[in-house]
C-alpha cells in the first residue's frame, strides 16, 4: 500500500446538483452531532470523503470513531448538522423523508453485521421486499434470480431461522443488490460469520458488485480485506486521518 493525501478537498464546483457523474459520494466538512447521555457529542468532526464510480473502499479506524456513522449519514439514515453529503447525484441534506425513502430505494444497497433480515418472511420474500416498495411488477422474478444468483435457488421458501449465518448473508446481500443500488454499504458483513464463509461472502460481494459496476464502500476491522478493495480510508476519533491507496 502507498500512502496518499489525507484529507484533500476535491475541486469542486455544482455540488447541490451532484454535476460530477464520476463521483458516487461527494462528503465534505461534514459535521454530525448527537445526543449522547451527558449531552450533545460531535461524533463526526468535518469529513471530507470521495468515491468514484465503481471504486471499492474500505473504511477502517478503531472502535468508537464513527465509522458505522458516517455509513448511516451517507445511506440518509442520518441526518447530518453540517456539510456536503451528495451521493448518487443528491444533494442528502436538502432532502425531507419522503425524499430520503426514495433515494434509499433507488440507490443504495446496505448489508450489516447481524443481516437484519424479517424473520417472518421467507428468503424469497425478504429479498422481493424492497423491489415491491420500489413499485416493480417483476419483484419475485428478480428476487428468484437474485437468489440463484448468491447459490440459494433451493432455499428460497427458507425462513431466516431455517438458514445457517452465512446463507443468512447471502439473503441480505441479494436483497441490498436486488434493486442494482449504484451504491452498496457494508458495514463489517463477515463479522458475525467464521473465516471460509465470510471468505465467501466476501467474494460473491466484490464478484456481484463488480458485475454491475456498483461503487462499495466496506466497513472492516480485517486489514486483509481493507487492502483488496481500491483504497482504504481510516477514521480516527471523527476524523478521516489516512488514505491508502492499495498497490494492486
Ligand atoms: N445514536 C447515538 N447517540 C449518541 N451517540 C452515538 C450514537 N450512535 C453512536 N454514537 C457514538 O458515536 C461514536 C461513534 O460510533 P460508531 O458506531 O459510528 O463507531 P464505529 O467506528 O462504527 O465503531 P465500531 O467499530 O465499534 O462499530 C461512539 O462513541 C458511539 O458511542
Not at 455544482?14 to 461534514?30: F, K
Not at 444533494?91 to 448489508?111: N, P, S
Not at 415491491?132 to 421458501?157: I, M, N, P, Q, S
Request: aromatic share 2%.
Amino acid at each position: 500500500m502507498t500512502v496518499t493525501e489525507t484529507t484533500a478537498i476535491p475541486e469542486q464546483n455544482d455540488v447541490s446538483s451532484g454535476s460530477n457523474p464520476q463521483q458516487t459520494i461527494d462528503v465534505r466538512n461534514l459535521k454530525l452531532r448527537l445526543q449522547g447521555p451527558a449531552g450533545i457529542v460531535e461524533i463526526l468532526k468535518g469529513v471530507d470523503l470521495s468515491l468514484n464510480a465503481g471504486e471499492r473502499v474500505s473504511l477502517v479506524g478503531p472502535s468508537g470513531s464513527g465509522k458505522t456513522s458516517l455509513l448511516m449519514v451517507i445511506a440518509g439514515l442520518e441526518q447530518a448538522q453540517e456539510g456536503v453529503v451528495n451521493v448518487c447525484g443528491n444533494d442528502l441534506r436538502a432532502l425531507d423523508e419522503d425524499g430520503l425513502a426514495l433515494y434509499r430505494r433507488h440507490h443504495v444497497g446496505i448489508v450489516f453485521q447481524d443481516f437484519h433480515l424479517i424473520p417472518t418472511m421467507s428468503a424469497l420474500e425478504n429479498v422481493a421486499l424492497p423491489m415491491e416498495f420500489a413499485g416493480r411488477k417483476d419483484a419475485f422474478e428478480k428476487a428468484r434470480a437474485e437468489l440463484e444468483l448468491v447459490g440459494l435457488g433451493h432455499r428460497t421458501d427458507h425462513y431466516p431461522g431455517q438458514l445457517s449465518g452465512g446463507e443468512q448473508q447471502r439473503v441480505a446481500l441479494a436483497r441490498a443488490l436486488a434493486t442494482d443500488p449504484e451504491l452498496l454499504l457494508a458495514d463489517e458483513p463477515t463479522g458475525n460469520l467464521d473465516g471460509a464463509t465470510g471468505e465467501t461472502i466476501i467474494e460473491l460481494l466484490f464478484d456481484l458488485t463488480k458485475r454491475r459496476g456498483s461503487t462499495l464502500l466496506l466497513i472492516t476491522h480485517d486489514p486483509s480485506l481493507a487492502e483488496r478493495c481500491d483504497r482504504t480510508v481510516m477514521l480516527r476519533d471523527g476524523e478521516i486521518v489516512s488514505q491508502l491507496e492499495s498497490r494492486a
